[in-house]
């Protein structure tokens, strides 16, 4: 089993910065690709990027450039550093673990970009 949690959500201006983080608890983050999704008011949840066990990252088109997502696993974390935001980018933030097929998320933190 393992519990998600984020935080780092908030209101931040157009063109502005953000880092999410999600701590994880019990003992398989380091063997575990991590990847943060979105959902914005109205609309379904979208992927947002993915980082594997072994750090390979990967990017929806629509985040490329001004996102990167990291993982340290030390402190059983991972990272969204947003950046160059825009409204377009306001939704609920999740992170989800995924295991041996099986997929665990948390329970989102909120970012709004106001313009």
């Known amino acids: 089993q393992v519990q998600l949690m984020e935080s780092g959500g908030g209101l931040v201006q157009a063109g502005g910065s953000l880092r999410l983080s999600c701590a994880a608890s019990?003992?398989?983050?380091?063997?575990?690709?991590m990847s943060w999704y979105r959902q914005a008011p109205g609309k379904q949840r979208e992927w947002v990027a993915t980082?594997?066990?072994?750090?390979?990252?990967n990017y929806a088109d629509s985040v490329k450039g001004r996102f990167a997502i990291s993982r340290d696993n030390a402190k059983n974390t991972v990272y969204l550093q947003m950046t160059s935001l825009k409204s377009a980018d306001t939704a609920v933030y999740y992170c989800?673990?995924?295991?041996?097929?099986?997929?665990?998320w948390g329970q989102g933190t909120p970012v709004t970009v106001s313009s």
């Open positions: 989800a673990a995924h295991y041996n097929l099986d997929n665990y």
């Open positions: 019990g003992s398989i983050f380091s063997r575990a690709a």
């Open positions: 980082i594997t066990e072994s750090t390979s990252t």
